[in-house]
C-alpha cells in the first residue's frame, strides 16, 4: 500500500510538473534531490526487506527446532502440568495426558495421565478433600479393583510399588490435594481401556513427626467411595540392547545379558549361578547405571524383579529410573555391594549340665549362648554383640534333639543394629532413625531368641551350616553398545 501511494503521488507530481512553467535550472535541481530521496526511500526499504526476511527465515528455523527437539513441548507441559512425576514422561512424548474426573463423598479423584509399556502400566492421579485439610493416597493391594484385568493384563509380570513423596513441592502446596502414581500390571496387548474402580483410599499423616520413612498414614484413616473409570491405556515400545557381558564379584561369575529402554524404567537383566556353592550371591546391590555418562538412579525399593532360570544361573532384573535422551552408545555398571551365602558347617553339643553362658568360636568370631531353659516352648538364646569387623550379619543353623538327626520346629526372635559404610551404629528404635538416609547399611543380629515347639523339648545340638555376609564393592564394568 505504501509503495502504491508513493508512485501515485509521483505521477500526479510528474503531470503537475510537465505543466508547470518553471527555469530549467531550478527544476534540474528540484528533480536531483528528489533522485536522491527516491533513491534513499529504496534503499530503505530494500533493508527492511532483508531485516523482515532474515526475521521470518529465523523465526521458521527456531519453529523447526523446537519441534523436532521437542523443546516446545517441554515449555509447554513445564508450565501446563503441576503433576512433577507426569511432566518429564509428557515433555518426551511418552505418555497420555488425561482429565477423568470422579467424586464421591466430597472426595474428588482426577486420573490426569498414563504411561504404558510392555513392563508396567503407571496410572497419575489427583486427590481432592473438598470437605477437609486431608490427603489421601491410592494403594493398587488395597482398595482397587480393575473390572476388565483378566482380558488385558499381562499376568506375568508383578506391578512396582511407588510410595508417596509428601516432600514433593506439588504436595506441599495444599493440605487437602495430594497427586501420586499407581503401578500396575502391564498389557496384554498394545491397546485397551482399563475399567478402573477405586472403593478404598488412605489418608497421610501431616504431622512430620511421625513420618520415620519419609511418609505415614493415619491410623483408621480409610475413606471408602466409588470412584469409577475408564482409562484409555497404548503402550510404547521398548528398545533392547544384548549385552552378553561376564564378569566377575569377589570370584564369582556373574553374567550381565541384557540392557532394556522402556519408557517406564531402564532395566538391566543379569545372573548369576545357583546351587550348592561354597561361596553364593544371595543379592547384588547396584549404584548409579551411567547411560552416555548420564547417571541413572537405581530402584533399591521394589527395583527387583525375578525371571525364569537358566540352566544353573538365577536370572533378575534391575530396575533403574527411565532415559531420556539419544541412542545410548555406551553404559558403565556399577556395584555398590553384595549379599552372599558362606557354607561352613560346625556342630556345637548343648551340655544343660554346665552353667551358662557357654561360648565357643565360629567364623573369627566368640558367640555365646546364653541360657536354655526348658518348658513350654523350651527357650534358647544365642547372642553376640561385638560388630566391629565381624565376618557375618546373620547365622544359619538349626537345633537337634534328643534323637539323632531330628531337626526342632522353631519360632524365632531377634533383636539387632544397623551399621552404616563409616561403621557408625544406629538404634532402629530411635524416633529420629531414617533408614534411607544411612549410607550402605548392614544389619547385623546381635541376639537370637529360639522357641522351641512341644512340651519340655530337649536339645542336644545345635548344627551351623553357615551364614550371611554383605560385602562393599568398588567394581564397574564398562560396555559399549556398538
Known amino acids: 500500500m505504501a509503495a502504491f501511494q508513493d508512485i501515485t503521488l509521483m505521477l500526479h507530481y510528474a503531470e503537475w510538473m510537465s505543466d508547470l512553467p518553471v527555469p530549467e535550472h531550478f527544476i534540474s535541481n528540484i528533480k536531483g534531490r528528489l533522485t536522491e530521496k527516491e533513491k534513499s526511500r529504496k534503499q530503505r526499504s530494500k533493508k527492511h526487506k532483508k531485516v523482515a526476511l532474515v526475521f521470518a527465515s529465523v523465526f521458521a528455523f527456531v519453529l523447526g527446532i523446537g519441534f523436532l527437539t521437542g523443546a516446545f513441548a517441554n515449555v509447554y507441559y513445564g508450565w501446563t502440568e503441576e503433576n512433577e512425576q507426569l511432566r518429564p514422561f509428557l515433555q518426551n512424548d511418552l505418555g497420555q495426558r488425561l482429565n477423568l474426573e470422579a467424586e464421591s463423598d466430597g472426595v474428588k479423584i482426577k486420573i490426569k495421565g498414563v504411561v504404558a509399556d510392555d513392563y508396567q502400566t503407571l496410572v497419575f492421579y489427583k486427590i481432592e478433600d473438598t470437605n477437609e485439610d486431608k490427603q489421601y493416597v491410592i494403594f493398587p493391594e488395597d482398595g482397587v479393583f480393575i473390572e476388565n484385568e483378566s482380558e488385558l ?20 502446596k495444599k493440605k487437602n490435594v495430594f497427586y501420586g502414581v499407581v503401578g500396575l500390571r502391564p498389557l496384554e496387548e498394545n491397546r485397551g481401556v482399563l475399567k478402573l474402580n477405586i472403593e478404598r483410599i488412605q489418608e497421610l499423616a501431616l504431622d512430620e513427626q511421625e513420618a520415620r520413612w519419609g511418609f505415614s498414614y493415619q491410623n483408621n484413616g480409610f475413606k471408602t467411595g466409588e470412584w469409577k473409570f475408564e482409562v484409555p491405556v497404548t503402550k ?10 561376564k564378569a566377575e564379584i569377589e570370584g564369582v561369575p556373574i553374567r550381565l545379558d541384557k540392557l532394556i529402554m522402556a519408557p517406564t524404567a531402564t532395566l538391566l537383566e543379569y545372573g548369576h549361578p545357583m546351587g550348592e556353592m561354597e561361596k553364593r550371591i544371595d543379592r547384588i546391590q547396584f549404584g548409579n547405571l551411567e547411560v552416555n555418562n548420564v547417571k541413572i538412579k537405581p530402584d533399591h525399593f521394589s527395583g527387583y524383579n525375578y525371571l525364569q532360570p537358566d540352566a544353573n544361573w538365577q536370572r533378575y532384573q534391575m530396575y533403574y529410573d527411565p532415559f531420556y535422551g539419544e541412542k545410548p552408545k555406551d553404559i558403565t555398571v556399577q556395584f555398590e555391594s553384595a549379599y552372599f551365602s558362606f557354607d561352613d558347617k560346625k556342630s556345637i553339643e548343648l551340655d544343660l549340665n554346665q552353667s551358662f553362658p557357654q561360648t565357643f568360636e565360629y567364623a573369627g568370631s566368640t558367640i555365646s549362648i546364653d541360657k536354655i531353659e526348658i518348658g513350654q516352648p523350651t527357650i534358647i538364646v544365642i547372642s553376640n554383640h561385638e560388630v566391629e569387623n565381624r565376618e557375618f550379619e546373620r547365622l544359619h543353623f538349626n537345633v537337634v534333639g534328643e534323637g539323632d538327626h531330628e531337626s526342632i520346629s522353631m519360632g524365632m526372635d531377634h533383636e539387632g543394629v ?43 545340638r545345635l548344627d551351623l551350616y553357615g551364614y550371611s555376609s554383605m560385602k562393599y564393592l568398588d567394581d564397574v564394568v564398562k560396555i559399549s553398545l556398538d
Open 418 to 460: 544397623i551399621v552404616d559404610k563409616n561403621g557408625v551404629q544406629y538404634d532402629m528404635k530411635s524416633p529420629t532413625f531414617d533408614y534411607e538416609k544411612i549410607e550402605q547399611p548392614r544389619h547385623f543380629i546381635t541376639v537370637e531368641t529360639l522357641m522351641l515347639d512341644g512340651d519340655n523339648v530337649i536339645p542336644k
Open 153 to 172: 493384563k499381562n499376568h506375568d509380570t508383578y506391578p512396582r510399588h511407588y510410595p508417596p513423596n509428601p516432600k514433593a513441592k506439588m504436595n506441599k
Open 236 to 245: 510404547q515400545p521398548s528398545i533392547e540392547f544384548e549385552l552378553n557381558e
